[in-house]
């Protein structure tokens, strides 16, 4: 990130950060210990080198990395990771070819060390241990809702039904109440998944199975949309590259270190930092030891849900033939 946006990273942080009254305290600025976690996060150096880099202690870099982390969760995340205007979104996705999506939603492993404890629960498809991240992004990559802790055995779905995210779409109360009409259908404002997530009134999903032309065409219309998660899972970990190095925090720790990378995404897609195209090919071949694991797609589906998903295969084909 650029100066100005380091500097007023170490402003907003800056009155945490001073509470933590340690004997770190004399010896390390508040910017100091920002750039100690940053150049942590962002690489997949080992603490030994940070700690040389900076001159500093290799314990010190472990305390300074999650005093940091914990001051971006505490202060920063419920101001950055937010919906903010839904209308922008929705107008953003309508651009992009979906009516009435607030969202898109996905989840993503981050591998880890086998913990102590319950090790078999934190093994993946893949065989690796991870963590899952859950997040919801807008029309711009940037991240609404994060949801993290979860072991990586755990099915996406299953994630998704105990996070708060989920409670409160069935509730209603996530988005502002904005429906719009398909034909003789009412839609609510919707979130993209994959065949992994159920097909709610409130969240479509790709058809699967065999498919025709017209249900091709939704899923085309949908995958282009849901791109979006995806491509800001590939820029959360190029940037914040310790996220594809085995993370060997303790199991409390994992999850806040995760949502920092979360909140510094956000902060630095907002503040239009550049991302190098050296990153993502860096990224890409660290990824290579750590595969996704795919997660079965789920069946279960509710009747008005199945008439919304139709409604909108109708809509996306008469606008085909109407071009």
């Known amino acids: 990130m650029r100066k100005g946006t380091f500097l007023e990273l170490c402003e907003l942080l800056s009155p945490a950060l001073k509470r933590q009254n340690t004997r770190m305290r004399a010896a390390l600025t508040v910017e100091k210990r920002v750039a100690i976690a940053l150049w942590k996060l962002a690489t997949p150096d080992s603490y030994r080198s940070v700690a040389n880099h900076f001159g500093v202690g290799k314990s010190t870099v472990g305390v300074v990395v999650m005093q940091v982390a914990k001051a971006i969760v505490k202060v920063l995340l419920p101001k950055v990771v937010t919906l903010g205007n839904a209308q922008v979104i929705i107008d953003g996705f309508a651009a992009m070819g979906f009516p009435n999506c607030g969202g898109a939603i996905d989840g993503t492993h981050i591998p880890i060390l086998g913990p102590d404890h319950q090790a078999s629960q934190y093994i993946n498809r893949k065989g690796y241990f991870s963590m899952v991240l859950q997040a919801l992004v807008d029309h711009r990559g940037r991240f609404t809702n994060i949801y993290v802790g979860w072991p990586g ?4 779905a299953r994630v998704f039904r105990n996070s708060g995210l989920f409670r409160r779409l069935q509730e209603g109360i996530y988005f502002p109440d904005h429906k719009i009409t398909l034909g003789d259908v009412e839609m609510p404002t919707v979130i993209l998944g994959d065949p992994a997530y159920p097909l709610m009134p409130w969240l479509m999903k790709p058809y699967t199975g065999a ?27 190029g940037r914040w590259r310790s996220l594809l190095t085995r993370c060997d925090l303790s199991e409390t720790n994992i999850p806040i270190v995760i949502a920092a990378c979360g909140v510094l995404h956000n902060l630095c897609e907002s503040k239009g930092e550049t991302f190098m195209a050296g990153w993502e090919l860096e990224a890409n071949s660290l990824a290579a030891d750590y595969v996704q694991p795919d997660s079965r797609a789920i069946r279960r589906s509710q009747r008005d849900a199945l008439c919304i998903r139709e409604a909108l295969k109708a809509r996306f084909l008469s606008e085909q033939g109407n071009q």
């Open 211 to 237: 498919l025709d032309t017209e249900k091709e065409l939704f899923n085309y219309r949908l995958s282009k949309c849901r791109m979006v998660v995806e491509c800001a899972f590939g820029r959360l970990k």
């Open 153 to 156: 055995k755990v099915h996406d």
